[in-house]
Structure formats: structure tokens, C-alpha cells
Nanobody, 115 residues
């Protein structure tokens, strides 16, 4: 089992930046995929960014060129750097880990982009 704790959300103006963190309770090398999802009010949860254990990444078209997923192996932490934020990026952001035969979610962190 893996426990995930997100942090770093908040209120930011359009065009601003935030960095989200997701701390895992196990060595992230053993996690097949670490993902960031988001869920906006009235919308389905959507995949934002993915990082494999080998380090390959993939992004939703809506965030390509603005968001970057990265990791710090020593801290067992995955990050989501979000730049050039737009009001439509407002959502609860969740970290997810595909580990063994299971998938584990964090509790979510709110990101609000508004002037």
C-alpha cells in the first residue's frame, strides 16, 4: 500500500505559477507510474501529467508547454510545476500512484486561478 500526501495548492492570479508536491510513503522507483489528475466543479476527473518509473513523461494537450512533472528520488516526492496558469486550470489536483496491482490516491489540493 502507498500513502500519498499532496501540498502546494492555493490561490493565484492568471499568468502566475504554483508548484504542487506529492510525497509518497514508499520508494518512488518501485511505483510504476505517478500521475497528476484534476477535477473541476461539474466536470469529470481528468489526467494532467504522467511520469513512469523510468522517467518518461506525458501531458494532457491543455497543459503541454505550461506544466512540468518531475521527481526527487531522495525525498520520494513528485512535483507538478504549473506556469502561465489560466482560470480554467482551477480544480482540485490529485496525485495517483500505480503500484503493484493497485492504484492509490492522495487527498487532493485545491488550485484556484482568479484575479
Amino acid at each position: 500500500q502507498v500513502q500519498l500526501v499532496e501540498s502546494g495548492g492555493g490561490l493565484v492570479q492568471p499568468g502566475g505559477s504554483l508548484r504542487l508536491s506529492c510525497a509518497a510513503s514508499t520508494n518512488i522507483f518501485s511505483i510504476n507510474y505517478m500521475d497528476w489528475y484534476r477535477e473541476a466543479p461539474g466536470k469529470q476527473r481528468e489526467l494532467v501529467a504522467v511520469m513512469s518509473s523510468g522517467g518518461s513523461t506525458n501531458y494532457a494537450d491543455s497543459v503541454k508547454g505550461r506544466f512540468t512533472i518531475s521527481r526527487d528520488n531522495a525525498r520520494n516526492t513528485v512535483y507538478l510545476q504549473m506556469n502561465s496558469l489560466k482560470p480554467q486550470d482551477t480544480a482540485v489536483y490529485y496525485c495517483r500512484a500505480e503500484y503493484g496491482l493497485g492504484a492509490y490516491w492522495g487527498q487532493g489540493t485545491q488550485v484556484t486561478v482568479s484575479s
